[in-house]
């Protein structure tokens, strides 16, 4: 279980009358892929692959030509890369195939885990607000130089960043989530400005994605004294 909410297998998200004629469907571990896609009047449709995790979390690799290499986007980002005129109305400008035919995101139970977790706030932390409050942050490898995203959607995530910022020696391959290496390229500037901000993709830090201290970014077990702050402002 993680944060309230269990890891559920990709092959259990959803029943088979939601998947029906779905398509691009693949079933991973924790998640389901299916096709998605956003359209701009002016430059057409933007072709993706949306994965929908049983936390609530929603990622979109885009394949809008060949040579794209954005991936793991948020819905908002992809609807902002794919140049939508009307942006900030992701549920509904987000589509994806079904039975042939173009149906906005909101209309489809593939959202039905993400507002689970924003109801619950179970695996996405929340300001008293209500919105998202951690956006993806980025360390730099100790031996290449170029600097790794992190993404902070749950305790687990949050407590890999943390770790890793507090360790000057830190590099890329002690990566444990994902295969990167000192020889892989870092992100092209045009993907490190979206950082999962809920009010704008391309924020530089607000107070909807930037996080001061919390329980899911803060540990009890940690002897740094940022935690041990936070620790005694809870306690006092």
Request: hydrophobic fraction near 25%.
């Amino acid at each position: 279980m993680e944060n309230g909410i269990d890891k559920v297998s990709g092959s259990m998200l959803f029943s088979e009358e939601e998947l029906i004629e779905v398509s691009g469907l693949k079933k991973g571990g924790d998640f389901v892929e299916v096709t998605c896609g956003c359209t701009s009047h002016r430059y057409g449709d933007a072709v993706g692959k949306l994965r929908v995790f049983s936390n609530g979390n929603l990622e979109i690799t885009c394949e809008c030509t060949p040579g794209c290499n954005e991936d793991r986007l948020t819905p908002a980002a992809f609807e902002k890369h794919s140049g939508r005129e009307t942006a900030r109305k992701w549920k509904n400008n987000v589509w994806l195939i079904v039975k042939g035919e173009k149906v906005p995101l909101s209309k489809t139970a593939f959202l039905k885990y993400y507002n689970q977790a924003s109801k619950n706030g179970n695996g996405i932390h929340k300001a008293h607000s209500g919105r998202v409050c951690h956006r993806d942050e980025f360390v730099r490898c100790s031996r290449c130089k170029k600097e790794r995203r992190f993404r902070l959607r749950t305790k687990e995530e949050c407590r890999i960043h943390h770790d890793a910022l507090a360790d000057v020696n830190w590099k890329c391959s002690d990566i444990l989530y994902d295969r990167i290496t000192c020889d892989d390229d870092e992100e092209r500037a045009s993907r490190r400005v979206y950082r999962g901000c809920s009010r704008s993709p391309t924020c530089k830090g607000c107070t909807s994605c930037v996080c001061f201290g919390c329980e899911i970014c803060r540990f009890t077990d940690c002897s740094c004294q940022t935690c041990i702050d936070f620790i005694r402002n809870a306690e006092a």
